[in-house]
């Protein structure tokens, strides 16, 4: 047994290496290392060497208590705001052990630098991430970044003042530009919701992103999109039709891209859209309902147990 977890543990630091080496080879500026195959931390080394790393990454995590900020605490995850010396304000996203999804921090890490390569500040700057290895998974993650100071974005409704359409179509547009830039590069915004995308003013490449950008490096994905997958991706800012409309009009003039044939419009419009639609208003059930029910039923079985 001891020997299949150690052997199962190899494989998930092997497999984790090599993405990253492969990583490596393409962008010089990606440094990494693995300490005692316990530990795998990469940098980006055109700001931060692995040595600077090791040194400051522990002053850091001892200033957190006394001048961090908890900027978001989640059952998946904890985020710090922490005003550095030699970074200035930088945050950290120590991702929780009980998140079941992609633990690691390392991976999302390297899509975020691919992204920040690609297409300079559609991301915030990611300067480093960790993984910490027991047994088989992975007990502690953090991911580090710069701070961006902007606003998110928020859903549109149907009802708006004639000013507030014209503003609310020039955003939507905004978007769907940026999206197909960010597209352009192979890296796409899984976790397609307009609360991940922030608009900020004090950003130098903010010409090249339409003055958007990620900061949940987490909520990006690798790999080229098709029409009708980026399509799919853009629903997912559940914008009002007319906003979609300008969204999508913007995407595929900035790739040059013909739309939709009409079996595509069909589907996405008359199956795919209700179905999603459904889902969405089930899972909203499901957390605002059902599971706080679930759980006065098992506090209330817990407690005749006790008695």
């Known amino acids: ?23 490596s080879s393409q962008d010089p500026h990606i440094d990494y290392n693995t300490l005692r195959n316990e530990k795998i931390y990469v940098t980006n080394s055109s700001v931060l060497t692995t040595s600077d790393f090791n040194r400051l990454f522990p002053l850091w995590e001892n200033q957190i208590p006394f001048s961090g900020i908890l ?7 904890n985020v710090y ?11 950290l996203k120590y991702t929780n052990p009980g998140k079941t999804k992609r633990r690691s921090s390392v991976l999302p890490w390297l899509i975020g630098i691919k992204a920040h390569r690609g297409l300079p500040g559609s991301v915030c700057e990611p300067i480093a991430a960790v993984d910490y290895y027991e047994k088989d998974h992975i007990f502690k993650s953090c991911l ?11 859903e549109p409704h149907e009802e708006q003042s004639s000013d507030e359409h014209l503003i609310l179509i020039h955003t939507a547009k905004r978007i769907g530009t940026y999206l197909a830039r960010l597209h352009r590069c192979g ?13 900020i003013t004090n950003n130098e490449h903010g010409s090249n992103t339409c003055n958007l950008t990620i900061v949940d490096i987490e909520a990006l994905g690798e790999g080229h999109l098709t029409l009708f997958g980026a399509a799919r991706k853009l629903l ?10 300008a969204a999508w009009a913007a995407y595929i003039n ?7 044939n009409f079996v595509q419009r069909r589907f996405l419009w008359g199956i795919y859209m209700p179905l ?25 079985k817990g407690t005749q147990q006790d008695n």
């Open 1 to 23: 047994m001891f020997l299949e977890q150690f052997t199962d543990k190899m494989n998930r630091i092997s497999s984790l290496r090599c993405k990253v080496e492969a990583a």
């Open 71 to 77: 900027i978001s605490a989640r059952r998946r995850h």
């Open 81 to 91: 705001l922490l005003d550095t010396l030699n970074f200035g304000p930088i945050v």
């Open 144 to 154: 580090i970044s710069r701070y961006v100071d902007g606003q998110p974005l928020t």
């Open 187 to 199: 890296v796409h915004l899984q976790d397609c919701r307009m609360a991940n995308i922030m608009d």
């Open 236 to 245: 997912k800012l559940r914008l009002p039709p007319v906003y979609f409309q």
């Open 254 to 260: 900035e790739l040059n891209e013909k739309d939709l």
């Open 276 to 300: 999603r639609t459904f889902r969405h208003h089930l899972v909203r059930y499901n957390r605002r309902r059902l599971r706080p029910l679930l759980s006065v039923f098992s506090f209330k």
